[in-house]
């Protein structure tokens, strides 16, 4: 067994499909050279889904806690879904 990389992504439905089809990728590629983790991230969008989208400040309130974990080195990739 290689390295292992950690793919975050959100609990949302279409989120887990969609990184499902990337950890499927990235075996197929790398076989047992790699082992994919999936570490779900709950976001601010997540967390509060009574207040409106643009009482978030800044980027996205499904974005900004993905990136904060990528540079905490939490998780090696993203996995963001757009709608």
Known sequence: MGKKVILGTRGSKLAMIQTEEVKKILFDEFQDDLKVEIK??????DKDK???LSSFEGRG???RSLENALLAKE????VHSLK
């Not at 998780?75 to 993203?78: F, N």
């Open 40 to 45: 779900v991230i709950k976001t601010e969008g």
């Open 50 to 52: 009574d207040s409106p």
């Open 61 to 63: 309130a499904f974005v």
């Open 75 to 78: 998780i090696d990739a993203a």
